[in-house]
C-alpha cells in the first residue's frame, strides 16, 4: 500500500500537469503569441519555479488541504487505502473529461475525492467543515473574481495594450502567461504535496503536522515539481482548443489580460489558505475578457458543457472515492 498510494499521488500531479496547466498557455497558443511547444516548455518551467519559491513564501494552502480530512492514523492501512481510492477517482474523472476537451478542476476534483472517501471510514465525523467553508469560499470566488477581474483589467488596461506594437504586446502576453503557470505551480503545487506529506505520515501511522514546514520536504518539492513539468510536456491540446478557440475568439491584449487576471487571483488565494480552482479562474478571466472588449460573444454551448462538468465535479469524484475506499477496506 505504500507504494501504491505514492505512485498514485503523483499520477493525480502528472495527470494535473497534463489536463490542468495548459489552462495557464491557452491565452498565449490561441492568439498566436508562442507556439504550442514552446509554450508547454515554458509552462513546464514556471510550473516548477512556482512550486519550489511559494512552498517556501507560505503554507497556506497546504494546511488547509491536509485539515480537510480526519483519517485514523491508528489504523494506517486504512487511512492509506482511503488516499488510494481518493487518488483515483480524480485520475478517472480527470482522464474522461479530458478525452472530451471539458477543462475540469483537480483542485474540485482532489477535495471531493477525499471527502467522499474520508467518509467511507469515519461518516461525517471525518470531515472537517470549518475547513470545507474555505473550500465553498474558494468555488465561489474563483468564478466571481476570475470574471470580474478578467473584465475590469480589459477594460482599465485594454485600451493602452492595443495600442502597443505587435512586439511589445507580444512580451507582455508571453509574461502573463509564464505568470499565469508560475502561479498554477505555486497554487496547485502545494495542495498536492500536502496530500503526498499526508500519504507518508499516515504510512508511519502519524497525522500530519499544522502548520506544514515546506523547506523540511524539499525532496518532495522537487518530485512534484517535475513531475507535474512532465505532465504539461505531455500536452493539453483539447483543453486549449476548446478554452481558446471554441469559447470565446482572443485578440492579444485580451488574452495578456485574462493571463494577468487569472494570476493575481491566485496569489492572493494562495497567501489566504484559499484553495481555489486555476481551472475556473483562468476560464472565467477569458470570459470577462472576451466579454469586455464589447461584441465578443460567448460559445454558449462549449460554456455550458464546462459548467456542467464543474457541476458534476463533487458529487460524482465524491461516489467514486466513497464507493473505492470502501471496497479497499472491505479487501483489507
Known sequence: MYWLVHALVLGVVFVNGWTDAPNAITCIVSTGALRYGKAVRMAAVCDLLGILLMGLVSTSVADTVTGIVRLDPARPNQAVAVLCAAMAAIILFAVTAWFFGIPTSESHALIAALTGAAMAQGR?????????????????????????????????????????????????????????AFMHGAHDGQKFIAVLILANCLSRGNTAPSPIALHNYIPAMLLCAGVMALGTLAGGRRIIASVGGKMVSLQKYQ???????????????????????????????????????GGGRLDLGVVRGMFIAWLFTFPVCGMIGYLAASLLMHLL
Open 255 to 293: 488574452g495578456a489580460c485574462a493571463d494577468i487576471s487569472g494570476a493575481l487571483c491566485l496569489l492572493l488565494a494562495s497567501l489566504f489558505g484559499v484553495p481555489m480552482s486555476t481551472t475556473h479562474t483562468k476560464t472565467t478571466a477569458i470570459m470577462g475578457a472576451g466579454l469586455a472588449a
Open 124 to 180: 461525517l465525523s471525518a470531515v472537517n467543515l470549518s475547513v470545507w467553508g474555505k473550500v465553498l469560499w474558494g468555488l465561489g470566488l474563483s468564478l466571481v473574481a476570475g470574471f470580474g477581474l478578467g473584465w475590469l483589467v480589459t477594460k482599465a488596461l485594454g485600451g493602452a495594450l492595443r495600442k502597443a506594437g505587435d512586439r511589445a504586446l507580444n512580451t507582455v502576453q508571453i509574461l502573463s502567461g509564464a505568470g499565469m
